[in-house]
């Protein structure tokens, strides 16, 4: 389902995040990013770089850091990323109906909280 609503996007649901992710946090180190996925550092810059061929994020080197930085192209379609979100929530929230989709979310998001601790 997320795959089918993100396919617009020309993202994955995972870089459709990231690059909502970068937008909103410009400069964002990549662990922070990784932590924020549950995801490896080598995971992340393999991420981040896929992002960058496609010029929808830019990395700075910062002593050890890597800073991540949004690109014009990825603030342009920050509004698209996010009304592909909306639209999975609507379109899950149909199926299961919202009192069961927003406690599948709350349950989803507590869990990765757990997990990334």
Do not use: C
Request: proline share 6%.
């Amino acid at each position: 389902m997320a795959e089918d609503v993100f396919a617009g996007t020309g993202l994955h649901p995972s870089y459709a995040f990231l690059v909502m992710s970068i937008n909103k946090y410009p400069g964002i180190p990549a662990g922070n990013l990784a932590e924020m996925m549950g995801l490896s550092p080598s995971t992340i810059t393999r991420l981040i770089e896929k992002l960058e061929k496609k010029n929808l994020a830019k990395r700075i080197s910062e002593g050890k850091s890597t800073l991540i930085f949004p690109t014009p192209e990825s603030v342009a379609m920050d509004d698209q990323v996010r009304a592909a979100w909306s639209d999975l929530f609507k379109r899950y929230t149909a199926v299961l109906g919202e009192p069961a989709a927003r406690d599948l979310t709350d349950r989803v998001y507590i869990a990765a909280l757990q997990l990334g601790s």
